[in-house]
């Protein structure tokens, strides 16, 4: 609730309410030479000044679901300390019903409000009530908007990381405030350069991305609906694709990264600003300049074609659900390389999703964009545009994709119980590329398992592992003892050891039988066992050759997605 960050008795009872926190840009150097003071950007209080506009203005304020609406505070000029009674509330059907409560106080903070008739009124459904002593109330709530609210002003010197270390020191919730929201705050504030329809842009595909049937809402902003960005969000409504929804922090990083060859949040909050890197001056042409390159970049990044062809490649290499993507960074990445290359003529273009795949698969492999991902991004966008694509590529490939890597440490990096590993989600995704059928089955894909109904199973049962000694889930759980299965071939498999049930099997399938699934022949099942990277020497293990078989389990995997990987 907006009005629970900012307590309006606090300001009837004259009690401190925080601090406004404002940061002042620096000043620019305009067109003819002279200087502008620098605009003043409000980084905390937002909510308690959006909470006074709401509720004693009586404006209406744009909630966190995208909707307008007022939230309007009822007064109790009855209420009694002594009795722990409410003094303000929201107004609700109690408060509607009850005449000792004013139900909007908005009303009594309008430029026609007549108090000498507010008072007599109020007294005539409120018999009990003094009109001198109702007077004097009324005149201490009025008294409101002649409070002063203390405001903290950052000096203009101090550079973004110092103001949001300062933001974070004094904000007494301990909010997190990171670059987006400082270039947020910058793009909402500016007036000159189309920056509020552009927070308006970003904030809006974010939302219908999730929930494409809030449109008919965004439509009645008849002020957005006028701008370039309007057509661009429209395809939107009808979009239910979930791979990448965007939030405001990836729509910025983009549109940051694909038209400014810049990685670092903090420099786009900097060059909105209209710093001069060079000469460390501030002049309005480079913010003007780079609010129409954001700008350009945003329209660009929402342009349907594009944003649907990037999802198709990604689903054509195999990550068909977001419960494949492990990485929003890695997402974020190439999806800009995406859109460079669309602008690269040295690029074939039949060849760009393949290239982008490839590259989303090798850092998702490599974690290239998890442990300092500002820093690795800004260095490849740096590196592509200094060298090329192609050259800068093939550099990568070879320090990052060497026979070792293969061979040994993605081996390594699949002993992991974690069913979110990013490797075994690479694992998946080449089944889903390779259309592989899940165990024990012909015609039912991994794919069709991972998006509709599927679970994840134990090839060595957990329950027979656990009588057997292996009680522990770091032991049972290993991701080289889960594949997807049929939940009736499952039940079907049940708690039996896998010498037993594929033994079982095998005889069922030389008999022209089917057994768990649908396959009735041993060539047909020998084949789901590739497929499914489960060696054949399965048909005589018990328990005392699990860890034989994950060490097996986890070469074939590896060997899958390095085929995999070169088949992009």
């Not at 965007?246 to 670092?264: Q, S, W």
């Not at 290239?368 to 545009?385: A, C, H, K, T, V």
Request: proline residues 2%; charged residues 25%; hydrophobic residues 40%.
């Amino acid at each position: 609730m907006i009005v629970a960050d900012f307590r309006i008795d606090s300001l009837y009872m004259g009690y401190p309410t925080g601090y406004l926190i404002i940061s002042q840009s620096p000043d620019m150097r305009l067109k003819d030479g002279s200087m502008s003071i620098g605009k003043k950007i409000m980084i905390d209080g937002q909510q308690r000044v959006t909470a006074l506009m709401t509720s004693i203005v009586g404006l209406e304020v744009l909630g966190s679901d995208f909707k307008k609406r007022r939230i309007k505070i009822a007064f109790n000029p009855q209420a009694s300390v002594e009795n722990d009674e409410e003094v303000f509330k929201v107004q609700d059907n109690a408060v509607l019903k009850d005449k000792k409560w004013i139900s909007d106080i908005a009303e009594l903070f309008k430029p026609d409000f007549d108090q000498w008739e507010f008072v007599n009124e109020y007294c005539q459904q409120n018999p009990d009530v003094n009109g001198s002593q109702m007077n004097k109330i009324l005149m201490r709530l009025l008294d409101i908007k002649n409070r002063q609210i203390g405001v903290i002003t950052l000096d203009k010197d101090l550079n973004i990381d110092e103001v949001t270390e300062i933001f974070i020191r004094i904000n007494s919730q301990g909010a997190k405030l990171n670059q987006a929201d400082f270039a947020m705050s910058k793009i909402a504030a500016n007036t000159e350069y189309g920056g509020n329809a552009l927070r308006k842009a970003i904030d809006y595909f974010s939302h219908l991305a999730v929930e494409p049937d809030w449109y008919a809402d965004m439509a009645k902003d008849d002020g957005f609906m006028g701008t370039r960005y309007a057509e661009k969000l429209k395809w939107l409504k009808d979009d239910r694709e979930s791979i990448f929804d965007p939030d405001y922090n990836d729509i910025l990083r983009i549109a940051f990264m694909y038209k400014f060859g810049r990685a670092k949040l903090k420099d786009l909050v900097s060059l909105l600003g209209g710093r001069d890197f060079e000469t460390r001056d501030y002049r309005e042409t480079i913010a003007e300049e780079s609010f129409a390159k954001l700008s350009d970049g945003v329209i660009d990044f929402m342009t349907q074609y594009t944003f649907s062809n990037f999802v198709l490649g990604m689903k054509t290499a195999g990550f068909i659900s977001n419960k494949l993507i492990n990485s929003q960074m890695t997402l974020d990445f190439v999806y800009t390389l995406y859109l460079l290359l669309n602008n690269d003529p040295t690029i074939e273009r039949s060849q760009i999703k393949h290239y982008v795949a490839k590259w989303f698969v090798m850092s998702t492999l490599t974690s290239r964009y998890i442990g300092s991902p500002e820093s690795q991004m800004d260095f490849d966008i740096r590196r592509i545009r200094e060298k090329g694509f192609m050259t800068f590529f093939k550099e990568v490939e070879e320090a990052e994709l060497s026979d070792t890597f293969w061979n040994v440490g993605l081996v390594q990096n699949l002993e992991t119980q974690v069913i979110n590993s990013p490797f075994f989600n690479v694992f998946l995704a080449a089944q889903i590329y390779e259309g592989n059928n899940a165990l024990f089955s012909n015609g039912t894909k991994v794919g069709y398992l991972i998006t509709l109904m599927g679970d994840v199973h134990h090839i060595f049962p957990k329950q027979y592992l656990r009588k057997n000694g292996y009680d522990e889930k770091m032991l049972y759980n290993q991701i080289a003892n889960f594949t997807y299965l049929d939940t009736q071939v499952n039940k079907g498999i049940s708690d039996d050891a896998p010498n037993v049930y594929f033994k079982n099997a095998i005889e069922a399938c030389k008999n022209g039988k089917t057994l768990y699934g649908n396959i009735a022949d041993t060539a047909t099942l020998r084949q789901n066992l590739q497929e499914n990277c489960i060696p054949e020497s399965i048909v005589d293990m018990d328990y005392s050759n699990y860890p034989d078989f994950l060490a097996s389990r986890r070469k074939l995997m590896a060997k899958k997605i390095q085929n995999y990987y070169k088949s992009l």
